[in-house]
């Protein structure tokens, strides 16, 4: 499976960006698709996840309410749409796909994209 992010840049707090990832390949074997995110001298952590099969979602806590992820199952894709950025928003985003395991660990997932990047200005 590849993975395509897409719709990173840079953007002031409070506003919003829209942020795709096209799967291709093998992607009958995906079960979930998920986003996370790294922060300069952080570690990755998990951002938000949706089932592949109907759609169900999970979020991190500190998103809720200003993320939303959503997929296109015919187009292969999964966006990520996000809202009253704030500064601490800004990191690299990546998507993810898994074949199992859980959705908040990314150790679960296989295959990842090249990462976009997304800078919250003040």
């Known amino acids: 499976v590849q993975l395509q992010a897409s719709g990173g840049g840079l953007v002031q707090a409070g506003g919003s960006l829209r942020l795709s990832c096209v799967a291709s390949?093998?992607?009958?074997?995906?079960?979930?698709m998920g986003w996370f995110r790294q922060a300069p001298g952080e570690e990755r952590e998990f951002v938000a996840h949706i089932l592949w099969y109907n759609g169900a979602t999970q979020y991190a806590d500190s998103m809720k309410g200003r993320f939303t992820i959503s997929r296109d199952s015919a187009k292969n894709t999964v966006d990520l749409q996000m809202s009253s950025l704030k500064l601490e928003d800004t990191a690299v985003y990546y998507c993810?796909?898994?074949?199992?395991?859980?959705?908040?660990?990314?150790?679960?997932?296989?295959?990842w994209g090249q990462g976009t990047q997304v800078t919250v200005s003040s």
């Open positions: 993810a796909a898994r074949q199992g395991g859980f959705y908040y660990y990314s150790g679960s997932y296989e295959f």
């Open positions: 390949g093998r992607t009958a074997s995906v079960i979930g």
